[in-house]
């Protein structure tokens, strides 16, 4: 196989925690990730390594529908606000997962970033060649 090809190695269908957490390693500059839903298993995975100067952007729903009830998002994101600066944004009817580093390295899937999304049984790709550059 040729480098930066994609092959059936970069799909999972399993917890991909690992995976992510590999991704934002390679971080240098950004690391942006959408999800509608989220709790402090987002918090564990930003602190892996990842550089103090890597802009963290956060894609979320804000509405009530899914902040209703859910004490653990709301913690979650002030805390990766206050330590790590966070830029959260909402977005309408989200239901994307994606993991995008540096805009070279994307991760998308269906699981959540949550503690229940690392027990259900779902699928995502998790690239190891870079996108950047790519059409």
Request: glycine fraction near 2%.
């Amino acid at each position: 196989m040729k480098q930066n090809q994609i092959s059936v190695d970069d799909f999972y269908a399993e917890d991909v925690f690992e995976q992510w957490t590999k991704l934002i390693q390679k971080a240098e500059k950004s690391v942006t990730i959408y999800s509608p839903f989220l709790n402090e298993a987002i918090n564990e995975l930003l602190k892996k390594g990842i550089n103090s100067e890597v802009e963290i952007k956060i894609v979320t729903r804000l509405d009530a529908e899914c902040l209703c009830g859910n004490v653990n998002k709301i913690k979650a994101l002030i805390e990766e606000i206050r330590n790590r600066n966070a830029i959260v944004y909402h977005l309408d009817k989200l239901h994307a997962k994606i993991l995008i580093v540096d805009n070279k390295f994307v991760s998308i899937g269906s699981q959540n970033y949550t503690d229940q999304g690392r027990k259900n049984k779902e699928v995502s790709f998790v690239s190891k060649a870079s996108f950047l550059n790519s059409k």
